[in-house]
């Protein structure tokens, strides 16, 4: 995977239709509501849940559209519906930007999803650019699906991750400079401990977040990847990588101590969150093929309360 590669979808920009660009908004939303933190947090007054969720559900969009688009399986999911191609998922992707287009302009489109985060920028005075790097990050993983480096990597979260945390600095009025070079920070370490997470659904998608160069430092195979339990080898790249994304997740976590009111509530959830799927990955022993591991409601709880008492810092 090298994040420079620009990957644009061939031929004439087509239209699409609504039913081919979404997919559905009551899974989209029903998702967001799921998670504790940081979308939707119970805690956080209800403009800013609804902001979070709208800025959830334009995320959750974008990349279900470029893992499959809305008419595709699941990775891993068994069924024998055919995948979405490369280049259909890519014209999703422009019909996408073309929307954003409208949302950024006095008509934005009809869609429920679209006209809510319309509200959102324009309530928040949110920037574009952000919104447009979650799409180039899914355009990205039609064309590239290996990961040379750790630094190919953190590249790569500079697409798919660091714009959300910017963009939820924006809706709490508390974007600086620093505090993006910290956001940034967290929400690396939070897409690292996703790929870990996901390293089998992302392998039988034929899609390798684990550095290449990693792999071989630790002696494992593709193969090795697609099997039902998770080897010595496979356990101990992926204890490394968690602990790789911890310590990113430390050096980010001074931004809860700079907020205050509802801004640090939610920062704090992310933190937290993070640090509790770290202690299920290393609950878990590290095998994330046998099962996905989810960090608990209690321990997300606990390492939120913990943040709250003693400040970012560990």
């Not at 990693?214 to 193969?223: A, I, K, L, Q, W």
């Amino acid at each position: 995977m090298t994040p420079s590669a620009k990957p644009t979808s061939e031929g004439p920009p087509a239209a699409l239709s609504a039913r081919e660009t979404l997919p559905s908004l009551e899974r989209v939303y029903a998702q967001a509501r799921q998670e504790n933190f940081p979308v939707a947090a119970r805690v956080l007054p209800p403009r800013y849940r609804r902001h979070l969720l709208a800025l959830y559900a334009f995320a959750r969009m974008v990349d279900d559209i470029g893992d499959d688009g809305p008419t595709g399986p699941a990775p891993g999911s068994g069924s024998a519906t055919p995948r979405n191609s490369a280049s259909q998922r890519l014209r999703r992707l422009d019909e996408v930007s073309r929307n954003l287009d409208k949302v950024f302009s006095s008509t934005p489109p009809a869609e429920e999803i679209y006209r809510d985060l319309a509200a959102t920028v324009r309530e928040c005075g949110l920037p574009r650019e952000p919104f447009e790097r979650l799409v180039e990050a899914n355009r990205h993983d039609q064309v590239v699906h290996r990961c040379p480096t750790f630094d190919d990597l953190l590249r790569y979260c500079t697409l798919s991750a660091d714009p959300v945390g910017r963009l939820v600095l924006g809706v709490f009025g508390v974007d600086t400079a620093h505090r993006r070079v910290l956001s940034d920070r967290v929400c690396s370490a939070l897409q690292v401990l996703e790929h870990c997470q996901d390293v089998a659904q992302d392998a039988r998608a034929g899609r390798i977040y684990l550095p290449t160069e990693d792999m071989e430092r630790f002696g494992v195979t593709e193969p090795d990847l697609l099997a039902p339990r998770a080897n010595t080898a496979v356990r101990a790249l992926v204890g490394f990588q968690t602990q790789r994304a911890l310590r990113l997740l430390d050096e980010g976590a001074p931004l809860v101590d700079s907020l205050s009111g509802s801004a640090r509530l939610a920062v704090a959830g992310y933190v937290a969150g993070g640090r509790a799927t770290a202690h299920a990955l290393a609950a878990a022993g590290f095998d994330v093929l046998t099962a996905t591991p989810r960090p608990t409601r209690a321990r997300t709880l606990l390492e939120f309360g913990r943040l709250l008492a003693a400040g970012g810092a560990r």
